[in-house]
């Protein structure tokens, strides 16, 4: 194993959106007036997340509550407990920022965070540069409508980069050192990426009312953490070069080393504590007052690899251990170097899974965690009739719906009903004990999980059943059996966490691309209205019997009148007895034909029906009658 790293792939344009303060701005777009109010957003005894203008008077996330009351007295805080206003509001916006993206490149990050691969956007506009003229370049978002874009300068950066620079010219790339690449390619590239990025910021505060942060880069790793930079309500770019020049400069090593190792994205808390232990030779010391972990004391990403001897092969030491994946070191070492292939997942229209989850100071008695699991349950079965069902009217086809799921348009005559495009075919229970007290009365730090699995129940997927009625007999019937699977003692057990999580998601028949095949009960339901229009009436007509509704003037015979045919049929009332009609209303009744020995029918017959055998008198077909003379000549 050598400290090779992979493959740098910078054809990519990566935005990476972070709207600022998220839970505060849901509340600040139903109440304007909170906007210039110091906000802060409550979740159990703690402040999740506040606004700027909290922040300005002391208060910080995951403070508890009595401390923020005491450091800024007139605080309005506000209950978050209820994440439905928040997942409805993250999805809208997320459905907004798709429909700026050709690829549907764009992948969701918790509530307030999205990537998206523009790549595609920003090699057609680049075809389309007028190198003569860039700062009256225009910005085309539609292919087949030119018309559909916006204005920019080319010649310049939008927003703030890093390293502090903004024109882009050749004196520009030379003076800081560009390798003999593409950079300048890169360079231009970027720079549509960043006026991109800015227009689709204005945009989103235009029409939605939400602020936020834009990175961008070639990866999701940088553009997430060069996004950081300029907070809020900014966006930053990193500029080239990304790779190592002639004399060892590169933008990308610049900014990653300044970063502590447990804040780079990908590298996990106990990986972070590893390789932070082994470049310190101790135990980092930890801060005790944080709730969910931290520590008093940096280690860089430069600090890492500088370090002598640092590598893959080294950090495969100091992961060594069960369950270690092998390929571990090599990611770990390509992070810290700036280096991320991962792609931008597509746009799901089901999600993987749906999960819902609670923490707890001390959670130790029975009764307690059947009453949690009934809230968790009740929960997880919203959040499945909301992601995985589509309202649908009669004819089951799909009704437009508002972002809390109701549909906009309701017909009188019948109640919208709803079909659901996906079942998740598991349900899963998890749980996070506390570890005992030591000897010396402490308890050590674990955030380890266990969980148990089960077929999801059928029942759950009643639409018509009320759901607290559903919670409670997924409690009694599955969730306590699986938790005594977990915890089979009955008492001693101290939860921090429960989960519940429905996954193993599939997809159900429907007419659309992510459905698994066509809905074949749908299409024989809608079936008679469809073909009504071919729709032929078998009937039977006996010979001499009149069929209601039609004139035996509305058969035509040729060669004979009208009158000639023996059909006892009157004609409709107010109708003529006219013979030109068309041949859409030609029927032939075959229980009424008449031989027609005068007209097309007339003729010698018996010339059809084959040659005569001079010996015999036989008739027969031409063909058998040289075979039908060898068997005369053959008894001569």
């Known amino acids: 194993m050598q400290n090779a790293l992979s493959t740098r792939h910078d054809r990519r344009i990566i935005l990476h959106f972070d709207y600022d303060c998220f839970y505060a701005a849901v509340f600040e777009r139903e109440d304007p007036a909170l906007k210039s109010l110091p906000l802060a957003v409550q979740q159990k005894h703690i402040i999740v997340t506040c606004n700027y203008e909290a922040r300005r008077r002391g208060l910080y996330k995951l403070q508890l509550v009595r401390d923020a009351r005491k450091t800024c007295p007139d605080v309005v805080i506000v209950l978050g407990e209820d994440l439905t206003r928040f997942r409805n509001a993250s999805k809208d916006n997320y459905n907004f920022l798709r429909t700026f993206t050709w690829s549907s490149k764009v992948e969701r990050l918790g509530f307030d965070e999205v990537f998206m691969d523009v790549s595609d956007l920003v090699d057609y506009n680049i075809e389309l540069l007028n190198h003569r003229n860039l700062s009256a370049s225009f910005f085309h978002l539609n292919r087949n409508d030119p018309t559909i874009g916006f204005t920019y300068d080319a010649s310049t950066v939008s927003g703030h980069t890093f390293p502090d620079r903004a024109k882009i010219t050749t004196d520009t790339l030379t003076l800081f050192h560009t390798a003999p690449d593409d950079a300048d390619d890169l360079t231009f590239r970027l720079c549509l990426g960043s006026h991109l990025a800015q227009h689709l910021r204005h945009e989103l505060e235009r029409q939605k009312g939400y602020t936020s942060t834009v990175g961008i880069s070639t990866n999701k790793l940088i553009s997430k953490l060069v996004g950081n930079v300029n907070k809020p309500k900014g966006q930053t770019t990193l500029v080239p070069p990304y790779h190592n020049n002639v004399h060892g400069h590169s933008n990308i090593n610049d900014f990653i080393d300044a ?329 032939v009744l075959t229980q009424t034909s008449v031989k027609d020995e005068d007209g097309w029918d007339s003729g010698d017959d018996g010339a059809d029906m084959g040659d005569k055998c001079k010996i015999c008198g036989a008739i027969m077909p031409a063909f058998a009658m040289i075979a039908h003379e060898r068997f005369h000549a053959m008894h001569e």
């Open 259 to 587: 970063h502590d190792i447990g804040k780079i994205p990908g590298i996990g808390f106990k990986i972070a504590q590893k390789i932070r232990d082994h470049v310190l030779g101790r135990p980092a010391a930890f801060d005790a007052g944080l709730v969910y972990g931290g520590t008093k004391e940096d280690v860089t990403v430069k600090n890492v690899r500088m370090l002598d001897g640092m590598g893959p092969m080294l950090l495969q030491q100091i992961f060594s251990g069960p369950g270690v994946p092998k390929d571990l070191p090599e990611k770990v070492w390509d992070l810290l170097n700036g280096v991320d292939d991962i792609e931008v997942g597509k746009a799901r229209e089901v999600p993987q899974q749906i999960s819902i989850e609670d923490s707890y100071i001390r959670l130790d008695e029975m009764p307690e965690v059947i009453k949690e699991l009934k809230m968790l349950s009740t929960s997880l079965i919203k959040r499945m009739r909301l992601d995985l069902t589509i309202i649908v009217d009669e004819a089951g086809d799909a009704m437009p719906a508002s972002a809390n799921g109701k549909p906009l348009v309701q017909h009188r005559e019948s109640l919208p009903s709803r079909r659901w495009v996906a079942h998740p075919r598991s349900l899963r229970l998890s749980t996070r004990p506390r570890p005992p007290l030591g000897p010396d009365g402490t308890r050590s730090r674990s955030f380890a999980r266990i969980s148990k699995s089960c077929n999801m129940p059928y029942f759950v997927f009643n639409v018509a059943t009320d759901v607290e009625c559903l919670s409670e007999k997924l409690v009694d019937e599955v969730l306590i059996l699986l938790f005594r699977r977990l915890h089979p003692e009955k008492a001693g057990w101290n939860l921090s966490l429960m989960n519940l999580c429905a996954t193993n998601m599939s997809l159900n028949a429907s007419d659309s691309r992510g459905g698994a095949g066509r809905d074949i009960g749908r299409m024989f339901r809608r079936q008679e209205d469809v073909l009504k229009d071919w729709e032929v009436d078998d009937i039977d007509v006996a010979p001499d019997e009149e069929r209601p509704g039609r004139s035996n003037t509305d058969i035509t015979v040729y060669g004979h009148d009208a009158s000639d045919v023996s059909v006892g049929i009157k004609p409709l009332e107010g109708q003529s007895h006219s013979t030109n009609i068309g041949s859409e209303d030609h029927i």
